[in-house]
């Protein structure tokens, strides 16, 4: 479950943390994303991803989704975000069943700060998050051609379930993967 004292949400518990095997540096913070970030996140979004969105956008998840919406820090910097929303629709890894399900809408962590774990501290935070609003899966869409997301994913325990065709504007396909939420 979504615990609010979870020390990856709170930037003033500032010991070395683990969660769920993830062990981030006590030089960063995930903690949930308010709306100054705004800028800071849509900058990231720009720079790391072709798919952009208004700040509209960004302001609707977290009005609706602020459990499922976490950023990631360097000092007073935002370095990475994860945003997600919340379905009702049919479940992504059993046929026909109606269930409710978290979708990870967009990931990014800037390039000088991947491989420090920020990545899978965010989509784990997010998960927690997913729980609080009674989601049973949680999937996301995935450019075939970004392997080291695509690892990211798989150690995280997510499967592809399916291959959209021509999913992104450049006409590039992309993965469906999915997973339980614990």
């Known amino acids: 479950m979504f615990c609010p004292t979870d020390p990856l949400l709170y930037p003033s518990l500032k010991k070395r943390r683990k969660t769920e095997n993830i062990t981030l540096d006590t030089n960063f913070n995930l903690r949930l994303f308010n709306t100054t970030d705004t800028s ?19 302001l609707m998840l977290y009005y609706r989704f602020p459990k499922t919406f976490i950023v990631a820090s360097a000092s007073d910097t935002v370095v990475g975000y994860i945003m997600c929303r919340i379905e009702l629709g049919l479940s992504e890894m059993q046929r026909f069943n109606l269930i409710k399900k978290g979708h990870i809408v967009s990931l990014a962590v800037l390039p000088e700060y991947r491989g420090k774990g920020l990545g899978k501290g965010l989509v784990s935070n997010a998960l927690k998050g997913m729980l609080g609003y009674g989601a049973k899966e949680s999937y996301l869409e995935v450019r075939l051609s970004n392997l080291a997301a695509i ?32």
């Open 151 to 182: 690892s990211l994913y798989e150690k995280l325990n997510f499967n592809v379930v399916r291959t959209r065709r021509s999913y992104y504007k450049d006409g590039e396909d992309a993965f469906v993967m999915a997973r339980k939420v614990p």
């Open 40 to 58: 800071q996140v849509m900058a990231i979004n720009r720079s790391c991803l072709p798919e952009n969105y208004n700040q509209a956008f960004y």
